[in-house]
């Protein structure tokens, strides 16, 4: 009663609220057959995912640190529960399958010069390896733009071959005792590209795929606004002379 009076009131001090896990831990102690332990496990489920190891920073603020593996765990041991009631169960599902959920982004921040250090990010959870592959794209093969309104559908529609693929890097996490967080490995490619468009792929153990496009080229765009216009000029970015010139 002490720790759910705590997690829910907006008047509990910093002070008492970095008591409530303990306070949590100790109830359930030797506690199964109380009727309210499934319900106790389950808010201290919620205050674990939300708040986790909670601490104080030297100004006084109240600074969470979600305990995502052992969040997941209770709620685990709840699934079969049969005092929860079901909006609990309900709730209980949607936050395992939120936290369990395989996640994988490639991050490309900008065009490169043929010849530059090309590096990109790979952003990922509840994965612990898999494979970064690069394709050049053939541009005869590779593109139809018809009917495509995002990025995201001209990446997936991209068409290479095999026998396109000139890098193969394997990948692995390093926290694997929290795979639940999103983690950020920044991959410097250990070769120089020439002019053209590339397939980035990555494709993990689990079978989860990510692609993104990368751009190799000489030509940087300025755009040019004014009230009444807008004026696109291409220039080589190398020597800043128009394409026209």
Excluded: C
Aim: glycine residues 4%; charged residues 25%.
């Amino acid at each position: 009663i002490l720790a759910l009076f705590d997690q829910f009131d907006q008047a509990t001090s910093v002070t008492e609220k970095l008591r409530i896990r303990e306070t949590y831990e100790q109830a359930l102690i030797d506690a199964e057959e109380m009727p309210w332990y499934d319900s106790a496990r389950f808010h201290y489920g919620l205050w674990l995912q939300e708040i986790g190891n909670a601490s104080i920073d030297g100004e006084g603020q109240f600074i969470t640190n979600p305990d995502l593996p052992t969040a997941a765990l209770v709620f685990r041991s709840l699934t079969d529960s049969l005092s929860l009631t079901r909006a609990q169960q309900q709730e209980i599902s949607e936050r395992l399958s939120e936290l369990e959920r395989p996640e994988i982004v490639i991050e490309i921040s900008q065009v490169y010069l043929p010849g530059a250090d090309v590096d990109l990010d790979l952003v990922w959870k509840n994965m612990t390896e898999g494979f970064l592959r690069i394709f050049e794209i053939e541009p005869e093969i590779g593109f139809s733009f018809e009917g495509l309104e995002s990025n995201a559908q001209i990446t997936d529609a991209v068409i290479v071959s095999p026998e396109a693929e000139i890098l193969e890097i394997p990948v692995n996490r390093d926290d694997l005792e929290n795979p639940y967080i999103y983690e950020t490995k920044t991959i410097l490619l250990p070769l120089a590209l020439e002019l053209g468009a590339y397939l980035v792929e990555f494709e993990t153990d689990g079978s989860e795929t990510a692609r993104e496009i990368l751009w190799v080229t000489d030509i940087a765009q300025i755009n040019s606004v004014s009230n009444s216009h807008q004026t696109i000029t291409l220039i080589y970015a190398e020597f800043g002379t128009s394409v026209d010139e």
